[in-house]
């Protein structure tokens, strides 16, 4: 039985605030959290068991959230308190979670992919007749340095991984897509108690050794850990959705695509979409307007505001007249009061109460 160990003690800092109050798996996608796209791929390829590698931070709150776990079990690894041990340390931490006669899938939290998991793993055992350890996913992107990117020989062989290389030094366009299968001879490449970085330390070694393997797919692929990423992979779904009715609302313009959970209601002659997606329990005014935007559960949105191109947290309240602008990150529980306006790119810190308007960029904590 294949298990799956899944890196998600990661902070998230790139996704601040959203990320102050939940970690990267469990933001939701078209009102689905992250770790359920992911079970459900995982169950599909006969996953039975998820090993959760989690911090201290992470671990309560993935406990307490109520995610369908789609027959998998999940089994949770912590990092020692203060210690965080990287995304190579926590793999050897959960060492005797996994039998050593089966290969292991690892997954980094952060994305959202459309892999066929049962494929990688073949490939897997065919590069293991050539001494393979581990198989890594590789994507084509346009922008690799903010990634893992890998040389790849005629046979798939990795004989070159430089995690983030230097502007412009980037040997080609095949990232590290993170998402790997590895051979339990892995446990004899990471150290105990320690931190590791899979990327910076293991990676080179197999190389050196000629033991890492690329398995390169297209189709889908997002790490959701910067903010516009996380709203390009709800723009993308949203169309991939955009021939599902979402349910009429009287009084309400609803331009396509859109997504509502359950519970929403929306006051008259408000204009939503399109790409919006509101969460559970979302309470919209009337002639208010929202497009380009992801609103998280609960959140109030009073009459004549707008929200345009915005990731509002859960439980907010924004007054009447407001007005909140591309690229601002509203985290849980801020309150805005009536007649406010946010420019481009200001973020709030959770709980705060704004009661003037912010005409530049910055963060107000
Ligand atoms: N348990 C635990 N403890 N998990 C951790 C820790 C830790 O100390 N540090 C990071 N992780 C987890 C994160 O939660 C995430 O799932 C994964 O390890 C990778 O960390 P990120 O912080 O998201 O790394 P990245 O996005 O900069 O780069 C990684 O992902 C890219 C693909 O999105 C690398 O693997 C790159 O090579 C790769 O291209
Ligand atoms: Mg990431």
Known sequence: MVKAIILAGGFGTRLRPTSCTRPKILFPIVNKPLLQWTLEKLAKSGVKEAIMAVSYRTEPFIKQFEVSKC????????????????TGGPIKKAENLIS????????????????????????????????AIATIALHEVRKPERY?????????????????????????????????????RIFDYIPKGQTVS????????????????????DGLWIDIGKLEDYLKINKILLDSFANQCEREIVGVEVKKPVAFDEGVSIGEKSVIGPYAVLGRNVTVGENVRIQNSVIFPGTVISDFSSVD?????????????????EGCVLGDHVKVRDNVVLVKGVSICPGKEVFESVLTPKNII
């Not at 998998?72 to 308190?81: H, Q």
């Not at 005629?154 to 070159?160: G, H, Q, S, V, Y």
């Not at 191109?309 to 602008?325: D, F, L, M, S, T």
């Open 100 to 131: 050593h006669d089966e290969n292991f899938f690892v997954l980094n939290e952060d994305i959202f992919a459309d892999i066929d998991y049962t494929k990688i793993l073949k490939a897997h055992e065919q590069n293991e007749e050539k001494d």
């Open 71 to 86: 027959g998998i079990k999940l089994t949770y690894s912590r990092d020692p308190l203060k210690n965080p041990l990287g």
């Open 309 to 325: 191109g915005a990731i509002i947290g859960e439980n907010v309240a924004i007054g009447k007249c407001v007005k909140i602008g």
């Open 198 to 217: 899979i990327e910076r330390e293991v990676f080179p070694k197999l190389v050196k050794e000629e033991k890492l393997y690329g398995y390169v797919f």
């Open 148 to 184: 893992g990117v890998a040389e790849l020989t005629r046979e798939n062989r990795i004989k070159r991984f430089i995690e983030k290389p230097l502007p412009g030094t980037a040997p080609t366009n095949l990232i590290n897509a993170g998402i790997y299968v590895l051979t339990p």
